[in-house]
Each structure stands twice: as structure tokens, then as C-alpha cells.
T-cell receptor
Framework: DAKTTQPNSMESNEEEPVHLPCNHSTISGTDYIHWYRQLPSQGPEYVIHGLTSNVNNRMASLAIAEDRKSSTLILHRATLRDAAVYYC?????????????FGTGTRLKVLA | DTAVSQTPKYLVTQMGNDKSIKCEQNLGHDTMYWYKQDSKKFLKIMFSYNNKELIINETVPNRFSPKSPDKAHLNLHINSLELGDSAVYFCASNRRGEYNEQFFGPGTRLTVL
């Protein structure tokens, strides 16, 4: 099964950009890349997703390497409320089913 | 107006007991999921139902039996609880299809003593 690899933890200063890396060297051509985050004592929540092209939304940007073997979630200006565990996920499509394979997550600490 | 709700939030029980966790979504989604999050925060899918039909069944012990009475509900029944079942269980839902965002419930923390 394809899997993702993320650093265990990262720190950032408030108001500065954060780049959260993810390696997925065994990704298949039809696998979507998702990012979710989990705030303390809550369920994961959607951040962004992409397939091949870079993506932007109101929360973040997703930069996908040309060979798709890695991606980077970019938070443009970290706030204290962005402190969470960020999961890089591969969505595997097979026989009409869509399954998320979660990475181990990166715990982001934001310093005031 | 909670989108995906789970009950109970906390469940403490003895080894060998049988327990159930309930999940309901009011988003009109046709697909629901159960995930298990272990003590190291690793999340793994257990089951998925689409329109009350089981479509994903990972290598989960037979002691775990999901039941979907209708599209809005997916309950998880666990027989003969073991210490290793202690974890946080998350329910999620979405519309079936690729890249459709999943909405997660708040989780149920199960502790088996």
C-alpha cells in the first residue's frame, strides 16, 4: 500500500509562513493528495486536496512536485489557532471505492 | 446543528463486555466511515458503507460489527472488548466519489480496563 511520510513535529512563529512537507514516493497515478488537520480533542477537518497541479484555497496552498512523489502544505501566515496535527493523506481509488490512507501526521506548534 | 455526531463521547468498560457506539450525520451524505485512532494519533480506516451497503472492510477482528439502519446512521458494535481496543473512534461521512471531502465526528474515546 502506498504511504506518506511526514516529520513528527514542526514549530513556527506567529504571522510567519509554514511549509509542511510530505513524501509519498509510492503514490499511484490516480491517488489524490489530501491534507486534513486535527485540533485538540476534535475530529480531523479538511484543509485542501490536489491531484497534479498546485492548489490554493482560503486556508492554505498545496504545492505538488512534478513527479508527485512529494507535496508541501503551505500556511501563509500561521496563527495560534493553526496549532494542530496536520495529516497528509492519499486517497486511493479502486473498484468504485475511495479509501483514505493517513500519514503519521506533523504536530505544528505556533509560537506567539 | 451538528453535521456528524457520535454518542457516547467517552466510554469506559471492562474487558469482555459488549458495547456500541452510535453515529449520525445530517448532511445528506450517502457514504459513512469508521476510523480508529491509536495512542500515537495514527488514524486507520475500519469500515465504509455506501447506501447501507458495506464497501470497505479492512482487516478488523470479527468482534467489530458495523450496522447501518439507514443512510444517515452507522453504528459500531464491539463484542468481547479487549485492552487493545482502547482508542478513539471517529465516524465520518461524505458523498461517494473521488476527492469528496470527508466530514468527521468529534470522536468516541473508548477505554477498556
Amino acid at each position: 500500500d502506498a504511504k506518506t511520510t511526514q516529520p513528527n513535529s514542526m514549530e513556527s512563529n506567529e504571522e510567519e509562513p509554514v511549509h509542511l512537507p510530505c513524501n509519498h514516493s509510492t503514490i499511484s497515478g490516480t491517488d489524490y493528495i489530501h491534507w486534513y488537520r486535527q485540533l485538540p480533542s476534535q475530529g480531523p477537518e479538511y484543509v485542501i486536496h490536489g491531484l497534479t497541479s498546485n492548489v490554493n484555497n482560503r486556508m492554505a496552498s498545496l504545492a505538488i512536485a512534478e513527479d508527485r512523489k512529494s507535496s508541501t502544505l503551505i500556511l501563509h501566515r500561521a496563527t495560534l489557532r493553526d496549532a494542530a496535527v496536520y495529516y497528509c493523506i492519499l486517497e486511493k481509488v479502486a473498484s468504485g471505492t475511495y479509501k483514505y490512507i493517513f500519514g503519521t501526521g506533523t504536530r505544528l506548534k505556533v509560537l506567539a | 446543528d451538528t453535521a456528524v455526531s457520535q454518542t457516547p463521547k467517552y466510554l469506559v468498560t471492562q474487558m469482555g463486555n459488549d458495547k456500541s457506539i452510535k453515529c449520525e450525520q445530517n448532511l445528506g451524505h450517502d457514504t459513512m466511515y469508521w476510523y480508529k485512532q491509536d495512542s500515537k494519533k495514527f488514524l486507520k480506516i475500519m469500515f465504509s458503507y455506501n447506501n447501507k451497503e458495506l464497501i470497505i472492510n479492512e482487516t478488523v477482528p470479527n468482534r467489530f460489527s458495523p450496522k447501518s439502519p439507514d443512510k444517515a446512521h452507522l453504528n459500531l458494535h464491539i463484542n468481547s472488548l479487549e485492552l487493545g481496543d482502547s482508542a478513539v473512534y471517529f465516524c465520518a461521512s461524505n458523498r461517494r466519489g473521488e476527492y469528496n471531502e470527508q466530514f468527521f465526528g468529534p470522536g468516541t474515546r473508548l477505554t477498556v480496563l
